[in-house]
């Protein structure tokens, strides 16, 4: 059973970090490409950021100096460290993971708020 397991959402206040973690189980990990994708209220879901198997990573614009994504093959995680967050950034996060077939975490809620 393939398993993505997001952490690390909650409330912050503007200008914070949080640092999102995704366990992935029942996959050969380090073969799929990984990403952090957002959806907030009345939205479509977007991209946020990606990292390939080889380590490349993209960024959406909205976030390119300020969220970094990475992976650790040993623990099979993928993470999406966030830093001088807005309010704009307030979303579900999603992780994915993605070679022939694509598989979506739960999610995990990011509120930025005062």
């Known amino acids: 059973q393939v398993q993505l397991v997001e952490s690390g959402g909650g409330l912050v206040q503007p200008g914070g970090s949080l640092r999102l973690s995704c366990v992935v189980s029942?996959?050969?990990?380090?073969?799929?490409?990984m990403g952090w994708y957002r959806q907030a209220p009345g939205k479509q879901r977007e991209l946020v950021a990606g990292?390939?198997?080889?380590?490349?990573?993209n960024y959406a614009d909205s976030v390119k100096g300020r969220f970094t994504i990475s992976r650790d093959n040993a623990k099979n995680t993928v993470y999406l460290q966030m830093a001088s967050l807005k309010p704009e950034d307030t979303a579900v996060y999603y992780c994915?993971?993605?070679?022939?077939?694509?598989?979506w975490g739960q999610g995990t809620q990011v509120t930025v708020s005062s």
């Open positions: 990292i390939t198997v080889g380590g490349s990573t």
């Open positions: 994915k993971a993605r070679n022939l077939l694509e598989y």
């Open positions: 029942g996959i050969n990990f380090r073969s799929y490409d």
